[in-house]
């Protein structure tokens, strides 16, 4: 099983992958969801279900918590308070709209993720993504 130490050095991995929406390939390109789905494959060898095909306006168009029930099925829900390092962590970007945007947290004010027009960075987790924080989720089996 992996340690929390193994899930931040595969994260710290895909750094500077660039951006390519549906992508899942270290260093060709991710976006955040293929962030999360590449260190989930990296870390226990293939994935647990395949994403099906997505717009950039899926959560707008369809207005249901796909990622988040997704995450639900795969992961093991954490309370926010109670989140770590190597935890996967979901934002509402927009107020009433479902969850849209994944990263995994890699410190407690740092997350690691991929969005439109940047490569797989880790930046600050500011007070504009910690309000818009609603999930938080510790990959299966993890050893502390």
Not at 88 to 99: I, S
Request: proline share 6%; with cysteine; glycine share 6%.
């Amino acid at each position: 099983m992996p340690t929390r130490n193994d899930i931040m050095a595969c994260a710290r991995s895909w750094l500077s992958t660039p951006y390519l929406h549906q992508a899942s390939l270290n260093g060709a390109g991710a976006d955040c969801l293929g962030l999360v789905r590449g260190v989930y494959m990296d870390l226990y060898g293939n994935e647990p279900e395949t994403a099906p095909a997505y717009s950039a306006d899926w959560a707008e168009v369809s207005n249901e918590e796909t990622l988040r029930d997704a995450a639900r099925r795969h992961l093991v829900g954490v309370q926010r308070e109670k989140m770590r390092p190597g935890d996967v962590v979901l934002f509402r970007v927009n107020a009433g709209a479902p969850a849209k945007h994944a990263a995994i947290l890699s410190a407690p004010r740092r997350i690691i993720h991929a969005y439109s027009g940047r490569a797989v960075c880790e930046s600050h987790l500011s007070s504009w993504w910690l309000k818009r924080l609603i999930y938080a989720f510790q990959f299966p089996g993890v050893e502390d």
